[in-house]
């Protein structure tokens, strides 16, 4: 099984992965050109891919996603609150329960229902062959659920969103403050510090720090809040940028 990230922040988000052949996008928060650009830099085109899954309805997740599946002919995967909030109609729809599982070809798929101000959210975490890459993001607060679902992953995708002074000082306005920093908004690097106190860090490969605010946190800050949690530990960090998310990350290590 292999990751890459097509890019990730609030401007736009989309996961690639691939297990035994088969492609699946995760998000898909850029229009279709900029999509279909982004896929054949990873050397993918839109034909390959055999499904796509859908965290939630905001637009830096979902906004290409319909016509992408419209005009390939792809499945198309979302929580029933999600698909409500679809603004076209897509044939090849599937809608989820929360808290399931899905066999999308070899592929096994947990869905993670999450805190965040949006319909039905589902993060996700994705088995094949004893490896296990854990997709999260966008969630103000850290479940019973979400420690136990993530607790084994050997590569795992971590929103750092924002740092807690650097946002309250900033240029949001309050109201945007208290959404963001709120139960139902989105991590901030010590909450994702302290997920990371919780899993099996001696499986944990890497951690792909993802989601990063411009505007109300550091690279260099996030990095540095999470390093005292993997110190000692062989688990890699890296950045998710906006603009090139990151190249392909191949698991390897499955029990």
């Known amino acids: 099984m292999r990751v890459a990230s097509l890019g990730s922040g609030s401007k736009g988000n989309?996961?690639?992965l691939e297990a035994a052949g088969d492609y699946f996008l995760v998000d898909c928060g850029f229009g279709?050109?900029?999509?279909?650009?982004?896929?054949?830099?990873?050397?993918?085109?839109?034909?390959?891919?055999?499904?796509?899954?859908?965290?939630?309805?905001?637009?830096?997740?979902?906004?290409?996603?319909?016509?992408?599946?419209?005009r390939y002919q792809i499945p198309l995967w979302t929580t029933y609150g999600t698909a409500r909030h679809l603004k076209r109609e897509v044939p090849t729809l599937h809608r989820f329960m929360p808290n399931t599982r899905l066999?999308?070809?070899?592929?096994?798929?947990?869905?993670?229902?999450?805190?965040?101000?949006?319909?039905?959210?589902?993060?996700?975490?994705?088995?094949?062959?004893?490896?296990?890459?854990?997709?999260?993001?966008?969630l103000g607060s850290i479940t019973p659920r979400v420690r136990h679902a993530y607790h084994e992953c050997q590569l795992l995708m971590?929103?750092?969103?924002?740092?807690?002074?650097?946002?309250q000082n900033g240029p949001y306005p309050p109201s945007l403050k208290r959404r963001v920093g709120g139960n139902f908004g989105h991590l901030s690097n010590d909450q994702a510090a302290e997920l990371l106190t919780c899993v099996n860090r001696s499986v944990l490969e890497r951690v792909l720090v993802s989601h990063i605010s411009e505007q109300n946190n550091d690279t260099a800050l996030a990095l540095d809040t999470l390093a005292p949690v993997l110190d000692g530990t062989e688990t890699d960090t890296e950045i998710l940028t906006q603009?090139?998310?990151?190249?392909?990350?191949?698991?390897?290590?499955?029990?």
């Open 103 to 138: 066999s999308l070809g070899q592929l096994e798929v947990e869905t993670v229902t999450v805190p965040h101000d949006s319909a039905e959210p589902s993060q996700f975490l994705f088995r094949h062959q004893g490896l296990t890459f854990g997709l999260l993001t966008d």
């Open 32 to 70: 279709l050109k900029e999509i279909e650009a982004r896929l054949r830099n990873r050397g993918v085109h839109p034909d390959e891919l055999k499904g796509i899954l859908v965290t939630h309805e905001h637009g830096d997740h979902i906004k290409g996603a319909p016509m992408l599946a419209n």
């Open 243 to 255: 603009q090139d998310g990151c190249d392909w990350h191949v698991l390897r290590h499955g029990g």
């Open 14 to 16: 989309a996961t690639l």
């Open 158 to 167: 971590l929103e750092c969103n924002h740092d807690p002074n650097m946002l």
